[in-house]
């Protein structure tokens, strides 16, 4: 068993990921990794499981928490020792402890098999340490010492690198570093020999103004007296300086074990979906402006798909299980079931900008009133994340609920007054001046949720579509029809209601009520919709067949459907805006 915390939590049993519930039973599980081979004792766990808050059935959920991890882990992963609990694993059993090593192994190397080492040290990392857990008081000291780490061997393999002559290919790499790290002077330092190697002196010289510009700024102080050493050299041209020959370390990383949310060039995915066989055949990979684009996306993806719907632009990799979209505040952000995070997109690009760490199975995710909403799923919660800092801003527990079986919060949306969600079986009003619940109503149990010309409508397992009116003191139901057959994805769009019922789509008008002719998606072909958003002056379908190969098709005026894209298998989630279509493709099986 293989426990990972360079990144959002994860545990793997061989090449299977064994999923994980969100929560607290997740966080018991990051607290027992970081002490592996340790006890912790009960009153430990307690205090930081509820942050010193705990409710009087504390002790009984702890236990239950740990029963469920050894049905998922084994029952011979975790010990029971006096009061408390072991992992029982070693310092190697955990990506940080094979980080470690791993640096230990580079320090008596030569330079490029030091170089290479650091790499595949620094390529275990999928993200931020501990990324769902940023917040939280037990995982604050490792995430720093783990960072800082990371940092110093960055530094150090960058160093040898700039030794073995790759001045031209780290250029980059340092401005986005001396720009995520402006404090940091040697990366600043080292870019301006990158960038004086590369035959940019005046760059060079203006990478050691700002450097001066920000620390005088930031901290009242002159740059260090090797940076200003350095700024000397670059004007004297320095015979030191002058670039080594070029030498490439052994053994380059293998293509298709790169890190998530690092892209690849588009040639290099496709040699190594090759070597994978079976239907990497089906795969065709092109860049440029071919007007013959095809790209079949792979799992656990965000597609960016151009406006009309004609070709798949680019696609970055996410989290595992995407499963919503929500496109404004400057990103395209996307939510991960099974990660527990928020993926950003840059929406100009479709290239991941930040992962938040959440920490649930996250479900839904919506935009509105200057920050990012999410719907927590079983924890029951909503979480509410600042876009300025991409972090977590409050988690709004929606009123009383049982600490152990909390009823959990699917579906979110925004209009211009509130945030709503779904709990349980209820609709819940959430102020977003206050992140406080001001009302509820029931619903039934529900299967979508949207907004859009002055009301709210949720679809339900009761085949209904309701019309809630959310701006009344007592929220109360102001309309109801009927669909005869289960309905989900409801969007509001050309003043109507669009929702898909069975096979079909179908439009309901908002003040009537009244349920229009179905539009059939490709019946003929043996495929069904499964996902839909407006945007882009269109309504966008996603649709599967029995084999879950995944289409994304444009209904325009007049209920025409364009000619489907290809783009994947299990389709997740659909939005478009910033200009393009996004679309979410899950784990596959």
């Not at 700002?210 to 050493?229: C, F, I, K, N, Y």
């Not at 019309?467 to 289960?486: P, Y």
Request: proline share 6%.
């Amino acid at each position: 068993m293989r426990y990972l915390i360079l990144g959002p939590l994860e545990v793997r049993d061989g090449d299977r990921h064994v999923e994980l519930r969100g929560g607290r039973q997740r966080k018991l599980l990051a607290i027992l990794v970081l002490h592996s081979g340790e006890a912790v004792s009960t009153d430990r766990l307690i205090e930081e499981l509820w942050d010193g808050k705990p409710p009087e059935t504390a002790v009984k959920a702890l236990q239950g928490y740990v029963s469920s991890l050894r049905k998922q882990l084994g029952p011979e992963t975790i010990g029971t020792v006096g009061t408390g609990y072991r992992l029982i694993a070693a310092p190697e059993d955990t990506d940080a402890g094979r980080f470690e090593e791993l640096l230990a192994e580079a320090r008596p190397l030569e330079r490029a098999p030091a170089a290479a080492k650091l790499r595949e040290a620094l390529g275990l990392w999928r993200g931020p340490a501990l990324a769902d857990f940023a917040y939280d008081e037990f995982a604050r000291s490792e995430i720093d010492r783990l960072e800082d780490l990371r940092l110093t061997a960055v530094e150090r393999r960058i160093d040898l690198e700039l030794a073995l002559g790759h001045h031209d290919d780290l250029a980059p790499e340092l401005e986005a570093l001396v720009r995520a790290h402006p404090l940091r002077e040697r990366f600043r330092g080292q870019l301006m020999v990158a960038l004086y190697r590369s035959g940019r002196q005046a760059d060079a010289l203006d990478a050691y103004r700002d450097a001066r510009t920000v620390m005088r700024e930031e901290l009242g102080l002159e740059p260090s007296e090797e940076l200003q050493a350095l700024q000397r050299a670059i004007l004297a041209h320095d015979a030191t300086l002058a670039a080594p020959p070029r030498v490439d370390p052994p053994g380059p990383p293998d293509p298709v074990a790169a890190p998530r949310g690092r892209r690849l060039p588009l040639a290099a995915v496709a040699i190594g979906l090759a070597l994978l066989g079976g239907a990497a055949v089906a795969i065709v990979l092109t860049q440029g402006n071919s007007k013959d684009a095809s790209i079949v996306v792979p799992p656990n993806s965000v597609a960016m798909v151009d406006s009309r719907g004609k070709r798949v632009e680019s696609f970055a990799g996410v989290g595992r299980g995407p499963v919503a979209i929500a496109v404004g505040l400057r990103g395209v952000w996307v939510a991960n079931a099974v990660d527990g995070t928020v993926d950003r997109l840059d929406p100009a690009t479709g290239k991941p900008v930040a992962t938040i760490g959440v920490g649930a199975d996250l479900y839904g995710v919506a935009v509105g009133f200057g920050s990012v909403w999410v719907a927590d799923g079983n924890d029951g919660t909503v979480t509410r994340i600042d876009p300025r800092i991409n972090r977590v801003e409050t988690t709004i527990p929606p009123r009383e609920q049982p600490t152990l079986a909390p009823a959990p919060v699917f579906y979110i949306a925004v209009d211009s007054r509130y945030v709503w969600a779904t709990r349980g079986d209820e609709l819940l009003r959430i102020n977003p001046s206050t992140n406080r619940v001001d009302g509820h109503v029931s619903i039934g149990i529900p299967t979508g949720l949207t907004t859009g010309g002055g009301y709210v409508w949720v679809t339900t397992q009761g085949e209904q579509l309701l019309r809630i009116d959310g701006d009344a003191r007592n929220m109360k139901e102001a309309g109801s029809q009927n669909l005869s057959g289960i309905a989900f994805a409801p969007v509001y769009a050309r003043g109507t209601v669009w929702v898909i019922v069975g096979e079909a789509v179908r439009q309901v008008e908002r003040f009537t009520l009244s349920v229009g002719d179905p539009v059939n998606i490709a019946a003929a072909r043996g495929e069904f919709p499964v996902a839909l958003a407006a945007g882009n002056a269109a309504l966008w379908v996603l649709s599967s067949d029995s084999n879950s190969d995944g289409n994304l098709r444009r209904l325009v005026a007049g209920g025409r459907v364009s000619a489907p894209l290809r783009v994947g298998k299990n389709l997740s989630a659909v939005a478009a805006g910033g200009g393009a279509t996004w679309v979410a493709v899950s784990a596959t099986g």
